[in-house]
């Protein structure tokens, strides 16, 4: 089993920060941060889907604060995929979350269409892309954008 060095304390004031190790370089890096709990460990579960979709292994660790203080605390464990609805904004959190991720899952589509071949939409188009976006989930939305770059790839 390979030894990793602890993670660094990150810099500045306490904030949310979610760091990962690489092992090739042997150092860690900031992977996602925020004043907010919830988009970093939004962040760190798209992350760590990724990197283990690679077939690499994925060492993370969670700093936050705790009493005006940088904590070290323990990064969630992977747990089975659940269908969930996108996250919702926690009190005090930032009412734009949604929209962040309403925008974010508009763009992933419009990528997909491009990546179809598909440039000049029409107005009907914009009209479908949008009810896809406020009907769908991130994942579904990122399926169906991986469909649409299969179907315009080489053939």
């Given at each position: 089993?390979?030894?990793?060095?602890?993670?660094?304390?990150?810099?500045?004031?306490?904030?949310?920060?979610?760091?990962?190790?690489?092992?090739?370089?042997?150092?860690?890096?900031?992977?996602?941060?925020?004043?907010?709990?919830?988009?970093?460990?939004?962040?760190?579960?798209?992350?760590?889907?990724?990197?283990?979709?690679?077939?690499?292994?994925?060492?993370?660790?969670?700093?936050?604060?705790?009493?005006?203080?940088?904590?070290?605390?323990?990064?969630?464990?992977?747990?089975?995929?659940?269908?969930?609805?996108?996250?919702?904004?926690?009190?005090?959190?930032?009412?734009?979350?949604?929209?962040?991720?309403?925008?974010?899952?508009?763009?992933?589509?419009?990528?997909?269409?491009?990546?179809?071949?598909?440039?000049?939409?029409?107005?009907?188009?914009?009209?479908t892309v949008q009810t896809l976006v406020?009907?769908?989930?991130?994942?579904?939305?990122?399926?169906?954008?991986?469909?649409?770059?299969?179907?315009?790839?080489?053939?």
């Open positions: 089993m390979e030894s990793r060095p602890e993670s660094p304390q990150p810099q500045g004031a306490p904030r949310w920060v979610a760091m990962f190790y690489r092992p090739a370089a042997g150092s860690w890096r900031t992977a996602a941060q925020s004043p907010h709990r919830s988009p970093v460990l939004y962040a760190l579960g798209e992350m760590t889907r990724a990197v283990r979709a690679r077939g690499d292994e994925v060492t993370v660790t969670l700093w936050g604060p705790k009493d005006g203080a940088w904590h070290q605390y323990d990064a969630p464990q992977p747990q089975p995929p659940v269908h969930r609805p996108d996250p919702e904004p926690s009190p005090g959190e930032p009412a734009t979350l949604a929209e962040r991720m309403t925008g974010r899952r508009h763009q992933v589509l419009m990528t997909g269409l491009t990546n179809a071949g598909l440039y000049d939409l029409s107005p009907e188009d914009d009209t406020e009907r769908l989930d991130e994942a579904a939305v990122r399926r169906v954008a991986h469909w649409l770059t299969t179907a315009g790839g080489p053939r």
